[in-house]
C-alpha cells in the first residue's frame, strides 16, 4: 500500500523510511508529486498542524496520507520554540539562524538547559485521522557538535548520551529520536488496522 508523506524535508523523509522500511507500505513524499503550495500551518499544537498538513496533502492529491509536525521545547523558554521550531529565526530561516538565536536566548540562563523534542504523526485517509505522539527528552549545549541530522540536532544531546544528535549515525537516532517512535507508533497501528 502506498502511503505519502507530506513532507519535502529530505532528513524527516530517510528517518520514516526506514522505519517503514520492513512493512508492505511503500512511502512517497511530496518530491514524487507536482509542487504543493505553502501550507499554513497556524495550529496552536503540533498535533494541529500535522492535521492540516494531513488534510491538505489528501485533498490534493487523494493518496492515504501521512504527516507530522514536530519541534523543540526547552524548559527555560517556556516550551519555546515550540510549533516555531522551524521558523523561530524568521519565516524560511535556516537551521543555522536559528540555532544561533536559541544559543542566544539561553545565555540568560544557566546550564543545563533541559529540552525535549516532540512529534506528532498523523495519517488521513480522507475519513479519518489516527494520531501518535512521542517525545525524545534531553538538553541543549552551549556549542554545536556534528554534522549529521538536521535542525536542532547539533545542539541537542539525549538523555543518557554525551554526544550530539549531530553526532549519531541514522540508525543510533532512530532508535531514541521522537520521529521515529512517533511513527513507530502510527505504524503499529497501521499494521493492524489496514494490512
Ligand atoms: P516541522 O517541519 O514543522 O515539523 O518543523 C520541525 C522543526 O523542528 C525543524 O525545522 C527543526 O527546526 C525542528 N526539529 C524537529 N525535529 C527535529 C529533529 O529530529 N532534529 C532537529 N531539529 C528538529
New binding site residues.
Given amino acids: 500500500m502506498k502511503l505519502l508523506f507530506a513532507?519535502t524535508?529530505s532528513?524527516?523523509l530517510t528517518?520514516v523510511k526506514k522505519v517503514f522500511s520492513e512493512t508492505s507500505f511503500t512511502i512517497l513524499s511530496l518530491a514524487d508529486f507536482p509542487v504543493v503550495p505553502d501550507i499554513v500551518?497556524d495550529g496552536l499544537t503540533?498535533a494541529e498542524?500535522?492535521k492540516i498538513?494531513a488534510k491538505t496533502v489528501y485533498g490534493l492529491f487523494h493518496v492515504p496520507t501521512l504527516a507530522?509536525?514536530?519541534?523543540?521545547s526547552v524548559e527555560q523558554l517556556s516550551g519555546g520554540?515550540g510549533?516555531f521550531?522551524?521558523?523561530?529565526a524568521g519565516k524560511n530561516a535556516t537551521?543555522e539562524a536559528?540555532n544561533k538565536l536559541l544559543l542566544e536566548k539561553l545565555t540568560h540562563f544557566s546550564e543545563p538547559h533541559l529540552a525535549k523534542?516532540?512529534?506528532s504523526a498523523v495519517f488521513y485517509d480522507g475519513k479519518n485521522f489516527i494520531l501518535a505522539e512521542d517525545v525524545?527528552e534531553g538538553k541543549i549545549i552551549h556549542e554545536p557538535r556534528g554534522v549529521n541530522?538536521?535542525?536542532?540536532?547539533p545542539l541537542?544531546v539525549a538523555e543518557g548520551f554525551s554526544v550530539t544528535?549531530g553526532e549519531l549515525s541514522l540508525d543510533e537516532?532512530n532508535r531514541i529520536?521522537?520521529?521515529a517512535k512517533a511513527f513507530n507508533n502510527l505504524k503499529n497501528i497501521l499494521l493492524e488496522k489496514l494490512l
Avoid: Q, W
Wanted: net charge negative.
Fill in positions: 513532507t524535508n532528513g524527516k528517518e500551518e503540533f498542524n500535522a498538513k507530522d509536525d514536530s519541534g523543540l520554540p510549533v521550531s522551524a521558523r523561530y537551521d536559528n523534542f516532540i512529534c525524545m541530522g538536521f535542525g536542532y540536532d541537542f544528535n537516532k529520536s521522537h520521529r
